[in-house]
């Protein structure tokens, strides 16, 4: 009962990406976050933050309490001879919750496809993770107005019928509104709301009204506490997945209090 509700919090996923280059950087960050959040009042939102796998015990040991851990992708095996992967087994056994699965970095430098998506979300569901599934078009695609979110949902989400669809959470991502940092590259309230419409659209036809009532759709792409609330609150978001302004705790946590409310 009290993990449903939890469960449907709003949800503010920091991705830390390839940095925190040193366990000094690493020391240094995690002293701002614990500074940052002793004493804010952020009951209404989870906060998940998605560090190098180097460092996630780290994160668990310090943070522990105050965040829920993510990786920020795996391998669709749980063990074997698969140098340089991560399996969702691991990321579970040392304390993450969620996992990033699909990000645009992972299709563009390592060749990932819907099919290989598809396999790790059906993976990282078996083992009781809750993946975080980022879909949506490049600029080409937006100029020429193909729908590239329905097709990557139809095609991540095959053979995804256990369960436990309600651990999914959906990230709608703009790739052109990634690191853009740019405020006239970034997508307007009533496209984000377009868009989280074409994935609610999916979802009920694909599971119906009450799970995908329960699978939250969040924003991602340049988020920051200066358009928060276009990108994510007006536009109707459960929560932002946020890159950059994640490495700044001061601004990663002025972004939960702003989509706490
Ligand atoms: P950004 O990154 O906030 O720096 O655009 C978001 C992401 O890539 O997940």
């Known amino acids: 009962m009290v993990k449903e509700k939890v469960s449907m919090k709003k949800i503010i996923i920091g991705n830390l990406k390839m940095n925190l280059i ?16 002793t004493g804010k009042k952020l009951n209404n939102v989870e906060i998940v933050l998605c560090p190098p796998a180097i460092h996630l015990e780290n994160f668990g040991k310090i943070l522990g309490k105050k965040v829920f851990l993510g990786g920020q992708n795996c391998f669709w095996e749980d063990k074997g001879s698969y140098t340089g992967e991560i399996s969702p087994l691991m990321l579970k056994n040392f304390g993450c919750e969620y996992v990033i699965i699909g990000h645009s970095d992972r299709r ?19 083992n009781n993770l809750k993946p975080v599934i980022c879909v949506g078009e490049n600029w080409e695609q937006k100029v020429k ?48 709301m377009g868009a989280g419409l074409v994935i609610k659209r999916f979802l009920v036809g694909k599971y119906g009204v009450r799970i995908a009532e329960k699978v939250r759709i969040i924003y991602g792409g340049s988020v920051s506490s200066v358009n928060v609330n276009e990108t994510c609150v007006g536009a109707r978001m459960e929560g932002a997945l946020v890159g950059k302004e994640s490495l700044t705790p001061r601004e990663f946590l002025k972004i939960c209090k702003i989509i706490e409310g």
Not at 108 to 126: A, C, M, P, Q, W
Request: proline share 4%; net charge negative; glycine share 6%.
């Open 22 to 37: 040193s366990a000094q950087e690493r020391e240094q960050y995690l002293k701002s976050f614990k500074k940052e959040i």
């Open 145 to 192: 107005g193909i729908d590239v979110v329905a097709r990557q949902l139809r095609d991540c989400l095959e053979g995804v019928t256990g369960g436990k669809i309600e651990n999914i959470i959906i990230c709608y991502e703009p790739v052109w509104a990634i690191s853009s940092n740019k405020p006239d590259h970034m997508p307007e309230t009533n496209e984000i």
């Open 108 to 126: 563009k430098y390592f060749g990932e496809t819907d099919e290989t998506i598809s396999r790790k979300i059906n993976l990282v569901l078996k």
